[in-house]
């Protein structure tokens, strides 16, 4: 059992939370019981993740994407009304990490994914260096990073070919970093992968040479918070449970 105080406390040094321009608030979001023991974390505070939170009697969820947002009319009405309702009748704590969790060298979404492919951070780029490059030792084809991709993520990803010759330096930024592309191009990439992809993206990747590999935003963001609990599981002695909504976006 941890203090909710003590842990957001805990969490906000760990994740250098106050470092970072986020679009929402980073830590707890909305308050709960004031004791911590059975922790559930998952990629969204959605609520079918809300549902299943109380049926496996979390007194705190840890998410990536948590219930506010800049640019929202501030309304607690339909969906946002359903979830707060739920986590307030409970007294589940929430607790959101956005940008600080992708970030993190060790827990965060772009080191996490990383290690799943076998791959190690050589160095950073774009917008507050959330982006990660690394050169591979021997050089895949888009084919072979594709299937990588797909063995890995369990889930078969958007792939724009820029042409066939191997690719050395990897370039990734988990979720929407579709923005970020550019960024990927000027550190030198070979491939870009992240979750999403827009229109303009395929023809910069045709243009300009560089492949890119859209591996889906709910699944190349689902290591960071898993990685996360296992920590608290370790340093501050909590119950943990990763509960994976599927999401084919
Ligand atoms: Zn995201």
Redesign the pocket.
């Known amino acids: 059992m941890i203090q909710t105080a003590k842990l957001e406390k805990y969490l906000q040094s760990l994740l250098k939370t106050d470092q970072f321009r986020d679009y929402g608030p980073n830590g707890l979001q909305v308050e709960g019981c004031l004791e911590i023991g059975n922790l559930v974390t998952g990629v969204t505070a959605s609520l079918r993740l809300i549902e299943q939170a109380i049926d496996a009697k979390a007194d705190a969820i840890l998410v990536?994407?948590g219930l506010f947002w800049r640019g929202q009319d501030g309304r607690v009405v339909g969906w946002m009304k359903k979830r707060l309702e739920l986590l307030l009748a409970h007294q589940i704590n929430l607790f959101a990490y956005h940008l600080p969790l992708d970030a993190h060298p060790e827990l965060g979404n772009n080191a996490q994914l990383a290690k799943r492919l076998g791959w190690q951070v050589q160095g950073v780029f774009g917008e507050q260096d959330l982006g990660c490059w690394c050169d591979l030792m021997t050089p895949l084809s888009e084919a072979g990073l594709q299937q990588l991709l797909h063995q890995t993520l369990n889930r078969e990803p958007v792939w724009v070919s820029a042409g066939d010759r191997p690719l050395r330096r990897m370039a990734w930024c988990t979720?929407?970093a579709q923005s970020y592309f550019e960024a990927a191009i000027a550190a030198g990439a070979d491939a870009f992968i992240t979750g999403e992809i827009s229109e303009p993206q395929t023809h910069y990747a045709r243009e300009m040479g560089v492949a890119y590999f859209a591996a889906g935003?709910h699944a190349t963001?689902r290591y960071g918070v898993q990685a996360l609990g296992e920590h608290l599981v370790q340093h501050c002695g909590l119950r943990h449970q990763f509960i994976d909504v599927e999401n084919p976006a």
Do not use: S
């Open positions: 990536h994407h979720g929407g935003h963001e």
